[in-house]
């Protein structure tokens, strides 16, 4: 296990951060998470982008440009180099005494750390899931490390031996607790627009890709929560979920005996061979 801190790459002991530092008090910072495959990190190009239009809208002053040098050193020194892994990415504003706000030349926290991660197999997963309302603020496009919200939405699906919670604002769906949704109805892909109230997923934009050259339609159309008997199929994605079909949302059953719509099966099996293409 290695930790890349600020430079330095040290076991998780070593990597200490001031209590002070403003992720840890504020949650002031952006994360990333990406999975290497076949020796190739998956939509690595479209993950640091996000990286850094996320580090733009909240003002943090770092240029990641560099980092794949960074990643690639610290692969090399845990020993995952070419190996299926996970990568975390955690960018937070820096140290400063605790106010609201920071002092104009204060210095980013820059933590990363790799574990070993084999995928799981995508047919492996039938998801029953819960609704909740959205309740997180109206800023959902910033995938920040405050993820309160986002972790007691989650649990809560824990506590129903769910996979997932699915969210609904004003009546419609928007996203999942760590998951984008899609639905399915009458042969067309269904999900909301990627603006200010969900994450844009890498996953999500791979969806639109495959459908692209699947000929299926895809529309960014929210769904209402009253439409819910109408839909033939839904879906969530996610980088460690990839594509995983819904069998059952709170008690609307859609699949038993780990069956799935047509073009949630064609989506993975298209997603699969991406995969390997990596
Ligand atoms: N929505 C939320 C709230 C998430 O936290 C995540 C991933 O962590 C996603 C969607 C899926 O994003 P991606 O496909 O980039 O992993």
Known sequence: DKVYLNGNIVPPEDAKISVFDRGFIFGDGIYEVMVQIDGKFFYEKAHLNRLQEGLNK???AF??????????????????????????????????PRQH?????????????????????INSVNAKV?????????RCDIKMT??????????????????????????FFTEAS???????????????????????????????????????????????VNDISEIDEAFLTGTSTQIASIEQIDNHILYEDNKKGSVTKKL???????????
Not at 83 to 88: E, F, G, N, R, S
Not at 106 to 120: D, H, S, W
Not at 153 to 169: D, G, K, P, Y
Request: hydrophobic share 40%; with cysteine.
């Open 58 to 60: 909240i003002n943090i």
């Open 63 to 96: 240029d990641t440009s560099n980092l794949l040098i960074e990643i690639e050193k610290l692969l090399s020194v845990a020993e995952l180099t070419g190996k299926d892994c996970l990568l975390y990415i955690q960018i937070t504003r820096g140290v400063a």
């Open 101 to 121: 706000s920071y002092p104009s030349d204060i210095v980013p926290t820059i933590m990363m750390y790799a574990v070993p991660k084999v995928l799981p197999n």
């Open 130 to 138: 819960i609704t909740r309302e959205d309740f997180r603020w109206s």
């Open 146 to 171: 405050s993820l309160l919200g986002n972790v007691m939405l989650n649990e809560e699906a824990m506590q129903h031996q769910c996979f997932e919670t699915i969210l609904h604002r004003d009546g």
């Open 178 to 224: 760590h998951c984008n949704v899609f639905f399915v109805k009458n042969g067309i892909v269904l999900t909301h627009p990627a603006n200010e109230l969900i994450l844009d997923g890498i996953t999500r934009q791979v969806v639109f890709e495959l459908c692209k050259s699947l000929h299926i339609e895809i529309r960014e159309t929210p769904v209402s």
């Open 268 to 278: 993975q099996e298209a997603f699969l061979k991406i995969k390997s293409l990596n």
